[in-house]
Each structure stands twice: as structure tokens, then as C-alpha cells.
T-cell receptor, first 111, second 112 residues
């Protein structure tokens, strides 16, 4: 079992829909990251969370430390949001330096 | 600040050849990380440096792999005697503290 699990693996939605991507983890963490990866391969950091909620434009990330769960929401989705969204955690169990990644959620927004 | 730069972007090599990748981190970042990502998977940790010291290596980093960061600035990752299983995206990231991460665009290696 992976320490970081994401759902769904693939998500297709119509433009304008509200999107939710989930991340569950099984270890104690010091921080959780949400990342975006486009087909070219480069990764962009969207959020880093250790508690609560963060918002940036149409993106919202929440975390529940007790339940070991985080969600990434996209409001008013747009085709340019199509990408792979990856959850990653930094944990003292793994030395606290490196990130342990989920396998990603491939999001496709249809115009 | 031009972000984290990785070169080359793509590399195709024959099995058995040696390859070397370069990562130039953000200049004031003291931490530098290498990850490997195979198709359909999330990245996996390979190694990390704090300044010029290599502080941790994954067991994924076999003895054919070596990484250096000679002056605490750029880093190189060398793979000797490449195998088809080495085909992957090699990602570099840097940070100044434990909590900020900036990734490069990656080097995609194809071993034929």
C-alpha cells in the first residue's frame, strides 16, 4: 500500500464544473504539497499546507490532519486546467527532507 | 532568477552508454533534490544535497548512478552502463528551507 493515495486516478469534466481531487496519506506529516504537471513534464508547486485551507485564484486546498486527508478544488474549471495533479507529503518518518508522492490524478476539462 | 534549469531536456542513448544530466538550482537555494518519474507514476526520491554534501541516497540509486554537487551550486547526475529500465523523467528540485520547493522541467531519458 502506498503511503500517499489519490483519487480519482482520472477525471474528465465539462468546462465550468467544480472539481475535487482527494489525497489520503498514512503517515504523520510536517507538510503536504499539491503540484501540477503538464504534458511536457515540468512540475509547478501549487500549495504547501500544514493545516487548514489555502486559496489561490480558482484553486482551493484543504487539509484535515486528524483524518490524514487533503482535497484540491478547482472552481469554474477551464480547459487550461487540464494536467496531472499530484499530492506529495513531507514526513518525519522519511527524514523530513524528501517528498513522497501520490501517483497523480489526470484531469481533462472538455470545452 | 530563472528558476531551476535542467539540461538536456531530452536524451536518447543506446543501452550500455553513459549519460550525464545537469541541474542548475535557484542561486540562493542550499538544498537540491533528484527524483525519478516513470510513466504513470509519481516521482520517486533518488538523492539530496545540502550545499555540497550528499546527505541521503535512496536504495533506487544503484552503484551505476552517481550524483555530485561540487561547489554547492549546480549538480550532475551520471548513469553508467545505461539499461532500458533507466528510461524515465529525471527531475531536479531546489529549496532554501524545508518548506519551499521549486522543480525544474526535467530531463527525459530514453534508453534504446
Amino acid at each position: 500500500k502506498n503511503e500517499v493515495e489519490q483519487s480519482p486516478q482520472n477525471l474528465t469534466a465539462q468546462e465550468g464544473e467544480f472539481i475535487t481531487i482527494n489525497c489520503s496519506y498514512s503517515v504523520g506529516i510536517s507538510a503536504l504539497h499539491w503540484l501540477q504537471q503538464h504534458p511536457g513534464g515540468g512540475i509547478v508547486s501549487l500549495f504547501m499546507l500544514s493545516s487548514g485551507k489555502k486559496k489561490h485564484g480558482r484553486l482551493i486546498a484543504t487539509i484535515n490532519i486528524q483524518e490524514k486527508h487533503s482535497s484540491l478544488h478547482i472552481t469554474a474549471s477551464h480547459p487550461r486546467d487540464s494536467a496531472v495533479y499530484i499530492c506529495a507529503v513531507r514526513s518525519p518518518n522519511f527524514g523530513n527532507e524528501k517528498l513522497t508522492f501520490g501517483t497523480g490524478t489526470r484531469l481533462t476539462i472538455i470545452p | 532568477d530563472t528558476g531551476v534549469s535542467q539540461n538536456p531536456r531530452h536524451k536518447i542513448t543506446k543501452r550500455g552508454q553513459n549519460v550525464t544530466f545537469r541541474c542548475d538550482p535557484i542561486s540562493e537555494h542550499n538544498r537540491l533534490y533528484w527524483y525519478r518519474q516513470t510513466l504513470g507514476q509519481g516521482p520517486e526520491f533518488l538523492t539530496y544535497f545540502q550545499n555540497e554534501a550528499q546527505l541521503e541516497k535512496s536504495r533506487l540509486l544503484s552503484d551505476r548512478f552517481s550524483a555530485e554537487r561540487p561547489k554547492g551550486s549546480f549538480s550532475t547526475l551520471e548513469i553508467q552502463r545505461t539499461e532500458q529500465g533507466d528510461s524515465a523523467m529525471y527531475l531536479c528540485a531546489s529549496s532554501l528551507s524545508l518548506y519551499g520547493y521549486t522543480f525544474g522541467s526535467g530531463t527525459r531519458l530514453t534508453v534504446v
